[in-house]
T-cell receptor, first 112, second 115 residues
Framework: KQEVTQIPAALSVPEGENLVLNCSFT??????LQWFRQDPGKGLTSLLLIQSSQREQTSGRLNASLDKSSGRSTLYIAASQPGDSATYLC???????????FGQGTELSVKP | DGGITQSPKYLFRKEGQNVTLSCEQNLNHDAMYWYRQDPGQGLRLIYYSQIVNDFQKGDIAEGYSVSREKKESFPLTVTSAQKNPTAFYLC??????????????FGSGTRLTVV
């Protein structure tokens, strides 16, 4: 059974710092991996999607990498800003039924 | 603009009542999903549908029911059999349920509270 784990559960950094969020999964048979952002009381906003054949994706200050063989993904945020404060969720798309399996998220706080 | 609309944003249920959460999408997506989010437990899959008139149970389907009569709509009913329904409910859709290349789009959620 696929399990997704995110470390750390919470992270607090000063503004301007570069940071890395980690995601690991137990079964390398995935279609893709998606990183989402969730603000309190809101839905999920897709940040980056990495296909299983890709190694990384970039969007602005965000860079996500995927190492399928080791079951790991990282989300790199450059020059963090207070507006980046949110919960970040990673999810893998399983071949069986195309279901999305989520980690429990990392709650990020960027202090001015 | 294309997207997913969930309504209502807040919903209150009395003991023994059935309530229905609405989810509508205009993205022409084939697959739709319902997730439940509880603090500290992440998102758990309730039901999903790959095509019209077909749906499958997810990991926590007990006490819930769905229908998929139209491609655009996937309503979720929380029945009185669901003993702990207070949670945040999220609807999502994707272009090809079994396909590898497409990600999910989520709605803004419905917060259900038992009173």
């Amino acid at each position: 059974k696929q399990e997704v784990t995110q470390i750390p559960a919470a992270l607090s950094v000063p503004e301007g710092e570069n940071l890395v969020l980690n995601c690991s999964f137990t079964d390398s048979a995935i279609y893709n991996l998606q990183w989402f952002r969730q603000d309190p009381g809101k839905g999920l906003t897709s940040l980056l999607l990495i296909q299983s054949s890709q190694r990384e994706q970039t969007s602005g200050r965000l860079n996500a990498s995927l190492d399928k063989s080791s079951g790991r993904s990282t989300l790199y945020i450059a020059a963090s800003q207070p507006g980046d404060s949110a919960t970040y969720l990673c999810a893998v798309k399983a071949p069986q039924g195309g279901k999305l399996i989520f980690g429990q998220g990392t709650e990020l706080s960027v202090k001015p | 603009d294309g997207g997913i609309t969930q309504s209502p944003k807040y919903l209150f249920r009395k003991e023994g009542q059935n309530v229905t959460l609405s989810c509508e999408q205009n993205l022409n997506h084939d697959a739709m999903y319902w997730y439940r989010q509880d603090p500290g437990q992440g998102l758990r899959l309730i039901y999903y549908s790959q095509i019209v008139n077909d749906f499958q149970k997810g990991d926590i389907a007990e006490g819930y029911s769905v229908s998929r009569e139209k491609k655009e709509s996937f309503p979720l009913t929380v029945t009185s059999a669901q003993k702990n329904p207070t949670a945040f409910y999220l609807c999502a859709s994707s272009t090809r349920q079994g396909g590898p290349n497409y990600g999910y789009t989520f709605g803004s959620g419905t917060r259900l509270t038992v009173v």
